[in-house]
Every structure is written in structure tokens, then in C-alpha cells.
């Protein structure tokens, strides 16, 4: 069983940055491939960025690219999401999502955990 709490959001003005924080129990977890998704209001949750189990693969969406940054520490059992740049339109809840296999996922299926999500709020 694995828990996952995020943590880190907040209300920013575009073209801001912020950190969002994973952190996830469990004495498997550097086992464990990681992913962030997002929920526009109205939306469907969508794929935001994945790394591997080591943390050697990223993958992104094309509409972070560029702007946001996925990184884990193993140590403190821990993923993070350096977002940059940041945009009206990246306002969404933030959910982080941790998978069984090694890889990098960008469905929501592939996921065998979710966390309760945070919520960011970009101002134009």
C-alpha cells in the first residue's frame, strides 16, 4: 500500500514559479514509477509529466515542455514539479500518481495510486 500526499500549491501570478511536493510512504517506493496529472475545472484530468524508478527518464506534455521539471529523491521519498513560466491556463488541481512498474506512463491507467491533489491558481 502506498499513500501519497501533495503539497505546495498556492496562487501565483503568471510568468511565477512553484514547487510542488509528493511525498509518498511505503518502503517500496524507489521501486515505484511516478506521475503528475492535472484537472482543469471542467476537464478531464490530464497528463502533466512521469518518471521512472530510477529517475534517469522524464517524459512531459507537450503543453509543459520546456516549463515544468519532474524530479524524485529516493532518500526522502519524495517527487517533485518545479513549474516555471507558469500560465492561466496551468491552473488545475495537481495529482500526483505512482505505478507498480519502472517506466514512464503518461495514461491515467497505467497508475495504481493517487493522491488527494493541490491546487494551483495562476492570475493573468
Known amino acids: 500500500q502506498v499513500q501519497l500526499v501533495e503539497s505546495g500549491g498556492g496562487v501565483v501570478q503568471a510568468g511565477g514559479s512553484l514547487r510542488l511536493s509528493c511525498a509518498a510512504s511505503?518502503?517500496?517506493?524507489?521501486?515505484?514509477?511516478m506521475g503528475w496529472f492535472r484537472q482543469a475545472p471542467g476537464k478531464e484530468r490530464e497528463f502533466a509529466a512521469a518518471i521512472n524508478w530510477s529517475g534517469r527518464n522524464t517524459d512531459y506534455a507537450d503543453s509543459v515542455k520546456g516549463r515544468f521539471t519532474i524530479s524524485r529523491d529516493i532518500a526522502k521519498n519524495t517527487v517533485y514539479l518545479q513549474m516555471n513560466s507558469l500560465k492561466p491556463e496551468d491552473t488545475a488541481v495537481y495529482y500526483c500518481?505512482?505505478?507498480?512498474?519502472?517506466?514512464?506512463?503518461?495514461?491515467?491507467?497505467?497508475?495504481?495510486?493517487w493522491g488527494q491533489g493541490t491546487q494551483v491558481i495562476v492570475s493573468s
Open positions: 511505503g518502503r517500496t517506493f524507489r521501486t515505484y514509477a
Open positions: 500518481a505512482a505505478s507498480y512498474s519502472s517506466g514512464t506512463y503518461s495514461t491515467k491507467g497505467e497508475y495504481d495510486y
